[in-house]
């Protein structure tokens, strides 16, 4: 990798510098129909639900009768799904879920979680400014996340944030969810755009493994839940802070990835 300000970019064949200048994509895309998506996973990257999430797996362990669990144990999980959070709760209190446990537990998280959805979650520090960066550049912007569309609505509706996004996708709104690119690429499609001008930005492997699947540039968030060495080696490019991400870290990665 090699640093620019605070933005890590993963080493390619050829690097941004190392080609003769051309047209920037906003220059291109202005005699052009194209329309560029940047679109973002939910859970990590664009808000910080673990603290809700946190309470509603308490709230589960407390029924019957175990001790509460941290916030700091389902942070690195909070991004994985309910079931994954809830696993790794009980077997942490030393009572691993049975199958038919699991079930009814799962239904008690879930009806807790959408009645305090976002009690304490809140967008990442930044990003709402980086996205209407994004927007000014004529981006559009699109949500692709492993959470069911319904409460993917429903926590950005309570947040103020919805109407920012061209689509919202959860892990049902497709046959098959990522990593699968079927996910990424159905995302991409209902914002109206296309492959070769969208750019994934995330913070797990699940991530950046359905950007490679689609052939679509990635962008980790380094802090999100889980940005692992897979992750890392992934991506196209990690960032710090929301400060670093612009419509020329997004142009310069969608052209990169056109050449590699």
Same mark, same amino acid.
């Given at each position: 990798?090699?640093?620019?300000?605070?933005?890590?970019?993963?080493?390619?064949?050829?690097?941004? &510098?190392?080609?003769?200048?051309?047209?920037?994509?906003?220059?291109?895309?202005?005699?052009?129909?194209?329309?560029?998506?940047?679109?973002?996973?939910?859970?990590?990257?664009?808000?910080?639900?673990?603290?809700?999430?946190?309470?509603?797996?308490?709230?589960?362990?407390?029924?019957?009768?175990?001790?509460?669990?941290?916030?700091? $144990?389902?942070?690195?999980?909070?991004?994985?799904?309910?079931?994954?959070?809830?696993?790794?709760?009980?077997?942490?209190?030393?009572?691993?879920?049975?199958?038919?446990?699991?079930?009814?537990?799962? *239904?008690?998280?879930? *009806?807790?979680?959408?009645?305090? !959805?976002?009690?304490?979650?809140?967008?990442?520090?930044?990003?709402?400014?980086?996205?209407?960066?994004?927007?000014?550049?004529?981006?559009?912007?699109?949500?692709?996340?492993?959470?069911?569309? =319904?409460?993917? #609505?429903?926590?950005?509706?309570?947040?103020?944030?919805? /109407?920012?996004?061209?689509?919202?996708?959860?892990?049902?709104?497709? *046959?098959?969810?990522?990593? /699968?690119?079927?996910?990424?690429?159905?995302? !991409?499609?209902?914002?109206?755009?296309?492959?070769?001008? *969208?750019?994934?930005?995330?913070?797990?492997?699940? /991530?950046?493994?359905?950007?490679?699947?689609? #052939?679509?540039?990635? !962008?980790?968030?380094?802090?999100?839940?889980?940005?692992?060495?897979?992750? =890392?080696? &992934?991506?196209?490019?990690?960032?710090?802070?929301?400060?670093?991400?612009?419509?020329?870290?997004?142009?310069? $990665? !969608?052209?990169?990835?056109?050449?590699?």
């Amino acid at each position: 990798m090699f640093r620019k300000t605070g933005v890590r970019l993963v080493s390619r064949p050829q690097s941004l &510098t190392s080609r003769p200048a051309v047209p920037t994509r906003s220059h291109q895309r202005e005699n052009s129909r194209s329309v560029p998506v940047a679109v973002f996973d939910l859970d990590g990257t664009l808000v910080d639900t673990a603290p809700d999430l946190w309470a509603s797996l308490n709230h589960c362990l407390v029924e019957v009768g175990l001790p509460p669990t941290t916030l700091e $144990l389902v942070r690195p999980h909070a991004g994985h799904g309910a079931k994954v959070m809830l696993q790794h709760a009980y077997t942490h209190a030393g009572h691993p879920l049975s199958e038919q446990e699991a079930d009814g537990q799962l *239904a008690r998280f879930l *009806a807790y979680y959408e009645a305090h !959805i976002a009690d304490a979650s809140a967008p990442f520090p930044g990003v709402v400014e980086a996205m209407e960066r994004l927007r000014s550049a004529g981006y559009r912007l699109a949500v692709c996340t492993n959470k069911t569309e =319904r409460l993917s #609505r429903l926590l950005l509706d309570t947040l103020g944030l919805s /109407d920012r996004f061209a689509a919202i996708c959860g892990a049902d709104t497709f *046959a098959r969810r990522k990593p /699968d690119p079927v996910h990424l690429l159905g995302t !991409i499609e209902r914002a109206g755009a296309a492959r070769e001008e *969208a750019i994934m930005i995330g913070d797990t492997a699940t /991530d950046t493994d359905a950007a490679v699947a689609a #052939r679509v540039p990635s !962008i980790l968030v380094d802090f999100g839940y889980a940005p692992d060495e897979r992750a =890392r080696r &992934t991506a196209d490019a990690v960032i710090e802070t929301y400060d670093d991400l612009d419509a020329d870290l997004c142009d310069r $990665l !969608i052209e990169r990835h056109g050449r590699d």
